[in-house]
């Protein structure tokens, strides 16, 4: 048990080992959770890169001929490799020696005093980065677009708003989306998000005011001086994945330009909103078996999309009480309930705050995998508590660091869809 270790320098990776961890991971990452932990079938790690067969075109050796005429010949199929970059995702937390040292009596310590509140919360905050960068972004971890210039202030541009944004995150704003071009020599100091307005969606930052523009992209990062550009270090999401080349054009090393197989289903509207109905749904569902052969078994989606659903589904599920009964006064729908059927196939309609607004994703779970290196842990070299270097000294305090090496990725992107183009009231659409 926790309480019998006088040290809480390294009794903090007793107190909270994988098996502690992970539960309050899962609670964070519902879409990551069920990805499956493997790598595609006959994918090969060499030096921490996952390696694996794209196959494209069949051969098509066959045809019909006459009595004596030549037979097929034989062509190779078309096909390439993919190539997929496990990324380190960490946290960590500071402690002041003050606080370290009243700290160090085991009940303050393990049964709701600050370390265990630093450590909680810094495992429920990476874990939510982690489940955000999966769900909400496309590649590159843009965050979030600029709609309009403030004084120490920007607008954030619908659809993404606000939503994938967190205070006291350290940002980066770029003049192209993954960061060749600085906005503004905006590398010049740390500025980090002191203020979200989420009615306005107006982000407030500090340091020097910096004159942004329309269409700039918000990326976090670890420091200022991050060279997001040339390191790349971005996790794959799912808007990138399931897409077609709006926002990622290319996907595990290789072109959607040269293999347009490599592009996902798109059910869009031209840019012109419209209500989520049942038709759509069903037309999505059979134009990605009929594309890839693959039936779309889960369905993620935003509580703006659910609560479309909820709408046009409402008027045709309600049923009134025969005989002698009294209506019940019970609205809502219960967990789990919202299941849409198709044919030959059905899937349940699964809610993350993280999905980006006006979209909704089909998926075919198989072709998505999830390869962890390392699983979430502390950073095992030496102490898990490490004094807080500065030039030619310390500082009184400490220094903690949680962190996992993964990513996810598909190796059928054509068996999936996305919906688009859809009105979503939880950005104020009618």
């Known amino acids: 048990m926790a309480g019998e270790f006088e040290s809480i320098t390294n009794a903090l990776k007793i107190a909270y080992p994988p098996k502690a961890i992970v539960p309050m991971v899962n609670q964070e990452t519902p879409f990551r959770t069920q990805l499956k ?24 050796n066959q045809g019909q001929l006459v009595d004596g005429g030549a037979l097929p010949t034989p062509k190779d199929r078309v096909q390439d490799q993919f190539l997929l970059k496990p990324t380190i995702f960490a946290g960590g937390f500071q402690i002041g020696w003050v606080t370290k040292a009243a700290g160090n009596s085991n009940k303050s310590a393990f049964n709701g005093g ?10 429920a905050d990476l874990s939510k980065f982690i489940e955000q960068t ?58 980090t998000i002191s203020q979200i307005n989420q009615a306005t969606r107006t982000v407030t930052y500090t340091g020097s ?32 994945l399931v897409d077609d080349a709006t926002f990622l054009t290319t996907i595990h ?8 197989k490599l592009k996902a289903n798109v059910n869009s509207n031209g840019g012109t909103l419209r209500n989520l109905t049942e038709q759509i749904l069903i037309r ?20 703006g999309q659910a609560e479309k659903y909820i709408e046009f589904v409402a008027p045709d599920r309600r049923y009134t009480v025969a005989g002698s009964g009294v209506q019940g006064m019970g609205t809502g729908f219960q967990e789990g309930s919202l ?43 030496g102490d898990m508590l490490k004094p807080t270097p500065v030039s030619g000294s310390y500082k009184a305090s400490y220094l903690a660091f949680l962190a996992s090496i993964e990513n996810i990725g598909n190796d059928m992107p054509i068996g999936n869809t996305v919906v688009r183009d859809l009105r979503d009231p939880s950005i104020g659409d009618a």
């Not at 004084?151 to 994938?164: C, D, I, K, Q, S």
């Not at 090393?253 to 347009?260: A, D, F, K, N, Q």
Request: glycine share 10%; hydrophobic share 35%; with cysteine.
């Open 114 to 123: 600050e370390l265990r509140r630093r450590t909680e919360e810094t495992i």
């Open 284 to 303: 999505a569902c059979n134009e990605n078996r009929a594309r890839s052969g693959k039936r779309v078994t889960d369905c993620w989606m935003g509580e």
């Open 253 to 260: 090393g290789l072109s959607r330009v040269t293999y347009p």
């Open 339 to 381: 299941v849409h059927y198709y044919p030959g196939g059905s899937f349940k309609l699964q809610i993350s705050y993280d999905v980006v607004p006006r979209e909704m994703f089909l998926l075919n779970w198989e072709t998505f995998f999830h390869y962890v290196a390392k699983e979430l842990d502390w950073w095992e070299e």
């Open 134 to 191: 999966y769900i909400g972004t496309h590649g590159t971890n843009r965050r979030a677009r600029v709609e309009s210039d403030g004084a120490n202030t920007f607008v954030a541009a619908l659809p993404e708003g606000v939503r994938l944004l967190r205070e006291q995150q350290a940002i980066t704003v770029r003049t192209t989306d993954g960061g060749a071009g600085v906005r503004d020599t905006w590398e010049d100091t740390v500025r």
């Open 209 to 240: 005011d910096k004159t942004l523009v329309a269409g700039d992209h918000v990326h976090p990062v670890v420091e200022i001086a991050q060279d997001i550009s040339t390191t790349n270090p971005f996790a794959n999401g799912l808007r990138g």
């Open 37 to 60: 932990k493997n790598i595609p079938t006959g994918g090969r790690v060499t030096e921490g890169l996952v390696k694996f067969g794209a196959n494209f075109n069949p051969p098509q």
